[in-house]
């Protein structure tokens, strides 16, 4: 049997077609030293009523990031199937390992689930994760929402996204969900790397798929964890899933045009020299790399490559060569 046609080892303790509430969990077999027969345990919840679109909300993809879990764990507690007309279905920590270990990537194998994509049902346990999403959960969805912030090492301003496709009508319908989200900025994203991500393979099947980064530094904040709850209830308005109008809050447009990523090129101490959201011309410092390994050395200078405003940065003091500083976004007029 080839891996394509191998089914998947996750045995799902819900019924995705079931009307009414269910709290259940995607069981994966691992055995392991402390438990021979052991599984993860990924937590999942679906609330359906009748029939109507069916959205797929999503967080920690990567661990260390928690406005999504903390929105979604609450969407799970409170929503109602008379409150629905379709289905939702809910995953708060979708590489729940790292998510249980506050780290970016799996403990268990270090899999990084937004580069493990389409996945391999007879894989790594992040692999098999990628494959159900892949073969079981994304086909049943039109809307996919997946919330990511910046982690432990990254700081964003907070926004929902959604990217530029080859299909223009599923581009406009993505940029339309993006709009409703209502985030204090919107984004026309651009990837570093689209291989083996979840964002591609839902686009890639057609899906109206929205992103979020929401601030970061592996905490999260007041503010950005009530954008994420308000978010989603206006996505599932959006999407005529949940009765009501959209909580609309005013929202910036932003591009991230070439150029807009800044790399370090040595390791060092980083001193930033201009906070998210401020305005930046073309050639402007944007970041200093003081050198750690003696005194009496020359700062390296992040210069911005094209104007704009910070977007994101690094956020631990300590950067290393290869680690992205700094990006810049422009404003869509
Ligand atoms: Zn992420």
Same mark, same amino acid.
């Given at each position: 049997m080839s891996a394509s046609l191998r089914p998947s080892p996750i045995i799902p303790?819900? !019924?995705?077609?079931?009307d009414g509430v269910q709290h259940g969990h995607l069981r994966l077999p691992y055995s392991r030293d !402390?438990?021979?027969?052991g599984s993860v345990m990924i937590p999942i919840c679906v609330v359906k009523n009748g029939s109507g679109p069916t959205a797929l909300l999503t967080g920690a993809n990567h661990g260390d990031e928690y406005e999504g879990p903390l929105a979604l764990f609450d969407l799970a507690r409170r929503l109602e199937p008379k409150d629905v007309s379709g289905t939702v279905i809910i995953v708060?920590?979708?590489n729940y390992p790292a998510f249980r270990a506050a780290?970016?990537?799996?403990?268990? !194998?270090?899999?990084?689930m937004n580069r493990?994509?389409?996945?391999?049902?007879?894989?790594?346990v992040t692999q098999k994760i990628a494959d159900y999403f892949q073969r079981e959960l994304l086909p049943r969805a039109d809307l996919v929402l997946d919330f990511h912030s910046g982690g432990k090492t990254l700081d964003f301003l907070p926004w929902c996204a959604a990217h530029v496709l080859p299909d223009k009508a599923q581009e406009k319908a993505a940029f339309a969900a993006v709009e409703a989200f209502s985030a204090p900025w919107s984004v026309k994203m651009l990837e570093i790397d689209t291989v083996g991500m979840y964002d591609t393979a839902a686009e890639e099947m057609g899906k109206v798929f929205v992103t979020t980064e929401l601030g970061g530094g592996g905490g999260s904040t007041a503010e950005t964890v009530r954008i994420a709850r308000r978010g989603v209830s206006n996505v599932l308005r959006h999407a005529g899933?949940?009765?009501?109008?959209v909580e609309t809050a005013p929202t910036t447009w932003l591009d991230m045009p070439d150029g807009c990523f800044c790399f370090a090129e040595s390791d060092g101490l980083m001193e930033t020299m201009v906070d998210l959201g401020e305005t930046v011309a073309a050639g402007q410092v944007v970041a200093r790399i003081h050198p750690?390994?003696?005194?009496?050395g020359a700062p390296q200078d992040i210069e911005a490559a094209?104007?704009?405003?910070?977007?994101a940065r690094h956020f631990p003091g300590l950067v290393q060569a290869g680690d992205c500083v700094s990006v810049m976004a422009t404003r869509i007029d």
């Open positions: 303790t819900v !019924d995705f077609d079931r !402390d438990s021979a027969w708060p920590a979708m780290t970016r990537t799996s403990p268990i !194998d270090r899999g990084n493990s994509f389409p996945g391999r049902p007879d894989g790594t899933i949940l009765a009501g109008d750690i390994a003696r005194t009496g094209i104007s704009g405003l910070l977007a």
